[in-house]
């Protein structure tokens, strides 16, 4: 999805931080109504895009509040959190119960994987994690009988969950994935984190920089885009689509009136 917002302009800037203040304040608004409640059957679905929209919400604010502090380059790593947040909240809410089941069995692979390390390390509490481990599994139960058509539906999403690439192909969004990488290069020990603290002179001399010296306000604009793209998302799973008119006047203020906002499945 494009927007009329230039990540170079001020002014741009100015738009796309009111606009995700508000949408945040609008989050809020809705969080503090006591009568908040969602079609019966959904409760699970809803919960787990909930807990990852609520996370991408702190997450969009960490990075504002970092912008105005004249943080740049070392918000990257919590911007690609958003991102990655924002677009799995789409792709649970738009394939539902079986890929919720698709997440627990992904984060049950991964807990058995933490608790091997702990035991092979020789951890303390590693007898601990594996009897909880073992009682949370007892308690439950045996899984789901599903057709062959659903089981292999299930190691498709597990697949797309662990696969940030493979999920944004799915839904046609792939032209995406070289943002993400490019997050990606903060997030990790690479040239690109250490190069944001060394200006190259025209001597062949180096200047060591305090912090990185980084245009405009991207990240700003980014977060902006994805809290509109996750207000989208989540609130018609709440009776009352209670998000819908902080989303309208977002999308006119980003210039998106129109536009879709969310991927579909191909």
């Not at 609008?26 to 895009?49: C, H, I, R, W, Y």
């Not at 009988?145 to 299930?154: D, F, G, I, K, M």
């Not at 999920?167 to 020990?189: A, I, K, M, N, W």
Request: glycine fraction near 6%; hydrophobic fraction near 45%.
């Amino acid at each position: 999805m494009t927007t009329t917002i230039a990540v170079g302009d001020a002014q741009a800037a100015a738009t796309a931080r009111a606009t995700a203040r508000t949408l945040l304040q609008a989050a809020t608004d809705m969080l503090q109504n006591d009568a908040l409640s969602v079609p019966q059957g959904t409760e699970k679905v809803f919960g787990l895009a909930y807990g990852w929209w609520r996370f991408a919400c702190r997450s969009a604010e960490l990075v504002l509040l970092g912008d105005e502090s004249g943080f740049s380059v070392e918000l990257a790593p919590v911007v690609r959190g958003v991102f990655n947040h924002i677009y799995a909240v789409n792709w649970l809410v738009s394939n539902g119960e079986l890929a919720f089941d698709a997440v627990v069995a992904h984060a049950g692979e991964e807990d058995e994987k933490l608790i091997k390390k702990l035991e092979s390390t020789a951890w303390p509490q590693a007898a601990k994690y594996r009897a909880d481990r073992d009682q949370a599994l007892a308690k439950a139960g045996p899984l789901p009988v599903r057709t062959p058509a659903e089981e292999a539906l299930l190691k498709q999403y597990q697949h797309e969950v662990k696969n940030f690439h493979d999920q944004l192909d799915r839904y046609g969004s792939v032209e995406l994935y070289p943002v993400y990488s490019h997050l990606s290069s903060f997030s990790h020990t690479t040239t690109a984190t250490a190069g944001a603290y060394i200006q190259e002179l025209s001597d062949g001399t180096q200047q060591l920089l305090q912090k990185a010296q980084v245009e405009g306000h991207a990240y700003v604009v980014h977060v902006a885009v994805l809290l509109l793209q996750g207000a989208e998302a989540l609130s018609p799973l709440i009776d009352g689509d209670p998000l819908r008119a902080s989303i309208e006047k977002a999308r006119q203020d980003l210039g998106v009136v129109g536009v879709p906002l969310l991927p579909v499945r191909k």
